[in-house]
């Protein structure tokens, strides 16, 4: 980070986040031989850019769980390029942190030299939830720098966390956000619900993470005139111009605009349906980050689908499934948009 631009406040980030924006979770750029290519992922924020959002965030699912293996490494460059490229936008800079408290700590600490805005708390994975330890980890992560809360779904790991747990978490000072990705309605309703009722509601943005419903998320109104506010999403990694605009809609329809209510409810279903394709929901979700690269690939974004995992690849028939759905819903799909502004994103 350049030493002579002044770092965001945690009000200033919040006022941003409330707002209203469009999230990416940034996807991984490797060649077909699993080398790191920096000039196509720089090419991936660029778009994200250009496209409408109002951030990324890297480091994350989508940006797959293994670079940060010793045999990898790849976590402290895909940080730095990223923070690089949107030192060049007024984009929010949000980074995936991970693993035990002193781990998390040590991934906040590199985010906050990057000047990374806020970081996205990943939970423990694949293990029963110690409520206690999540909340003094994210205590510790909060004294480094502002922290965006994620309920990760079940179905790739991700812990069951009562409504208590959300009551605690949303009275810690330097928290900005929960992104909501249960995938469950309950689940949901609990982060909600702790949230509006904490003593630091109006200092918490809310953002959708439920890639299955990602409209009904956002324009459902919720007590107190609040809304979740936009929405962090994997599959916002793919047709981002396109959800930029949706979320014009949203806001529309927010505002009374009962044209755009209409709209939005006719196109909800198809999103759904588009995301079911992408992330592999036949298959519980095995395909779901091949199948982001993939979308990206055939558009000239990615060098390759290839994941750092070799087994992660589309499943069968995954492939016809998603060119059918964007076929069936051009909306859905930046493919024009891309092929007429790639070049200059890969300079």
Known sequence: MDATTPRRTRK???????????????PLALREDGVFDERHQAAVVRY????????????????????????TRLLEPVLELTAEVLQETSLLKIAGVAGDEETAVAEA????????????LIPPRNGAADETKMLTRARSVADVIPVIGFYLQEAIGGPRL????????????????????????????????????????????????????????LI?????????????????????????????????????????????????????????????????????????????????LLPSMRCLNPGEVLSP?????????????PWTSDKDFIADRLSEWLR
Request: aromatic letters at 8%; charged letters at 20%.
């Open 12 to 26: 200033q980030i919040t006022a941003r986040l409330r707002d209203g924006l469009v999230i990416p979770a940034l």
């Open 48 to 71: 994200y850019a250009a496209a409408g959002a109002g951030g990324v965030a890297a480091a994350v699912h989508t940006t797959q769980f293994e670079i940060r293996n010793p045999g």
């Open 109 to 120: 600490e590199l985010a906050a030299r990057f000047g990374y805005d806020a970081v996205l």
């Open 162 to 217: 009562s409504a208590a747990f959300w009551r605690e978490f949303a009275e810690i000072e330097n928290v900005v956000a929960v992104k909501i990705a249960p995938f469950d309605r309950y689940r949901t309703l609990d982060v909600v619900s702790a949230v509006l009722s904490s003593s630091r509601a109006d200092q918490i943005a809310l953002y959708t993470g439920n890639d299955d419903n990602i409209i009904g998320d």
């Open 220 to 300: 459902t109104p919720f007590t107190g005139g609040r809304w979740i506010d936009g929405g962090l999403l994997g599959q916002w990694a793919v047709g981002t111009h396109a959800a930029a605009g949706l979320m014009s809609r949203v806001h529309a329809a927010r505002a009374g605009d009962d044209e755009a209510v209409r709209e939005l409810t006719a196109r909800a279903p198809e999103l759904t349906e588009l995301n079911a394709a992408v992330f592999d929901a036949e298959n519980d979700f095995r395909g779901c980050i091949a199948g982001v690269n993939a979308v990206l690939w055939w558009q000239g």
């Open 317 to 329: 028939g995954q492939e016809d499934r998603i060119r059918g759905t964007l076929a069936r819903y």
